[in-house]
T-cell receptor, first 111, second 115 residues
Framework: SQQGEEDPQALSIQEGENATMNCSYK?????LQWYRQNSGRGLVHLIL?????REKHSGRLRVTLDTSKKSSSLLITASRAADTASYFC???????????FGQGTRLTINP | GAGVSQSPSNKVTEKGKDVELRCDPI?????LYWYRQSLGQGLEFLIY????????KSGLPSDRFSAERTGGSVSTLTIQRTQQEDSAVYLC?????????????FGPGTRLTVT
């Protein structure tokens, strides 16, 4: 499937620790967008990284992209209980306008 | 400014009835997308609008599903003769442009339950 994989499917860590989530894909992309979702409703946009970029930061978030390995990672530093959510990477496929989502990583931050 | 809004937030309907879901995109966003999220299928693309035209309808699961956009703004997704497998959260997103290089911002979704 062109969705690729996200791993881990679930991650549980202690507050204050760093969380790393990974995303792989199979087709060529224009960009890759990371989202957070609480309670199975709206998606909150976190970061967009373009195919010619290797790293982007936003606050405690760091996203990397390795197009040679067709993979991306999202790092959340100094995690907080409020970071508990599902995180999705969405691939902006070349030649198409849609985003293709992975199955997501369910992150739990334990106080 | 205001984000993407969707209505209703929840809809319960009987099998066989028609439903209409509404999306108000962010002002000035020319591209609009519909997705749906269900337990079995994850998040899947339905249709993309650029202005009032829909160059990509490839994700619509059957001819019971249709969508339109008027005035380059509001969009409605219509599901005719609803089936239980249509139960899902329907999400709308908008972006500044449709070249695949812009952030897509999502609304809160409409949870559709078909009984």
């Amino acid at each position: 499937s062109q969705q690729g994989e996200e791993d881990p499917q679930a991650l549980s860590i202690q507050e204050g620790e760093n969380a790393t989530m990974n995303c792989s894909y199979k087709t060529s992309i224009n960009n890759l967008q990371w989202y957070r979702q609480n309670s199975g409703r709206g998606l909150v946009h976190l970061i967009l990284i373009r195919s010619n970029e290797r790293e982007k930061h936003s606050g405690r978030l760091r996203v990397t992209l390795d197009t040679s390995k067709k993979s991306s990672s999202l790092l959340i530093t100094a995690s907080r209980a409020a970071d508990t959510a599902s995180y999705f990477c969405a691939k902006g496929i070349q030649g198409a306008q849609k985003l293709v989502f992975g199955q997501g990583t369910r992150l739990t931050i334990n106080p | 400014g205001a984000g993407v809004s969707q209505s209703p937030s929840n809809k319960v309907t009987e099998k066989g009835k028609d439903v209409e879901l509404r999306c108000d995109p962010i002002s000035g966003h020319t591209a609009l997308y519909w997705y749906r999220q269900s337990l079995g299928q994850g998040l899947e693309f339905l249709i993309y609008f650029q202005g009032n035209s829909a160059p990509d309808k490839s994700g619509l699961p059957s001819d019971r599903f249709s969508a339109e956009r008027t005035g380059g703004s509001v969009s409605t997704l219509t599901i005719q003769r609803t089936q239980q497998e249509d139960s899902a959260v329907y999400l709308c997103a908008s972006s500044l442009g449709g070249t695949g290089f812009y952030e897509q911002y999502f609304g809160p979704g409409t949870r559709l339950t078909v009984t």
